[in-house]
């Protein structure tokens, strides 16, 4: 089973910045994909940056610009560093990481953690 700890969420203002952290533990061979999704009230879930294994990074045209996704392999961990939020920004964000065994891949959700920012 996999565990997915999220942190960093929180009420900022306009144009002000936050930084989320996810990780990813428990028993699987290798992580291949981790991202950020967020889901606003009213609202389908949307992507908000993917990051391969391999390095190649998948942006929200919303995100391009003020967000940056990164990882750290060695401890199975992924950011998102969010600068010059919006109001619109405001959402509950949850990671996702693929892990990898031996007979396949698994996606793994993380409960979520809530950014607020006022204008």
């Known amino acids: 089973q996999v565990q997915l700890v999220e942190s960093g969420g929180g009420l900022v203002q306009a144009g002000g910045s936050l930084r989320l952290s996810c990780v990813a533990s428990g028993s699987f061979y290798g992580i291949t994909d981790m991202g950020w999704y967020r889901q606003a009230p009213g609202k389908q879930r949307e992507l908000v940056a993917e990051l391969a294994n391999a390095g190649s990074t998948n942006y929200a045209d919303s995100a391009k610009g003020r967000f940056t996704i990164s990882r750290d392999n060695a401890k199975n961990t992924v950011y998102l560093q969010m600068n010059s939020l919006k109001p619109e920004d405001t959402a509950v964000y949850s990671c996702?990481?693929?892990?990898?065994?031996?007979?396949?891949?698994?996606?793994?959700w993380g409960q979520g953690t809530q950014v607020t920012v006022s204008s």
């Open positions: 996702h990481v693929v892990t990898v065994y031996y007979n396949g891949r698994r996606d793994n």
